[in-house]
Nanobody, 126 residues
Framework: QLQLVESGGGLVQPGGSLRLSCAAT????????IGWFRQAPGEDREGVSC????????IYLESVKDRFTISRDNANKIAYLQMKNLKPDDTAVYYC???????????????????WGQGTQVTVSS
């Protein structure tokens, strides 16, 4: 059973940076597509970024393009979301999720992902 643990959230001022980590316990981590989602209070959970199993495909929510970078280290079973120039609208609980289904980044929806972490809070405020 794949388990995911997020870390790296916190309070940051507008314009600041954070790097979120998603550590996995799975022997075949390389075969999983990883997605980052976020959920603000009173809002639906939305997909932020997705990376394919070997990193060849990455996609981003339009509002985070050029500010967020998704990456993965398959040898250490960790995925990252580097966030720069953070804005108050980025405030949310951030979740990483995983799926072994192929080509999910091309159809990036939360229902495609079967394994989820517990979430980490990101607050952008002065």
């Amino acid at each position: 059973q794949l388990q995911l643990v997020e870390s790296g959230g916190g309070l940051v001022q507008p314009g600041g940076s954070l790097r979120l980590s998603c550590a996995a316990t799975a022997f075949t981590f390389d075969y999983y597509t990883i997605g980052w989602f976020r959920q603000a209070p009173g809002e639906d959970r939305e997909g932020v970024s997705c990376i394919s199993s070997f990193g060849g495909t990455t996609i981003y929510l339009e509002s985070v393009k050029d500010r967020f970078t998704i990456s993965r280290d398959n040898a250490n079973k960790i995925a990252y979301l580097q966030m720069k120039n953070l804005k108050p609208d980025d405030t949310a609980v951030y979740y990483c999720a995983a799926t072994s289904s192929p080509n999910v980044c091309y159809d990036f929806r939360r229902e495609k992902f079967g394994s989820w972490g517990q979430g980490t809070q990101v607050t952008v405020s002065s």
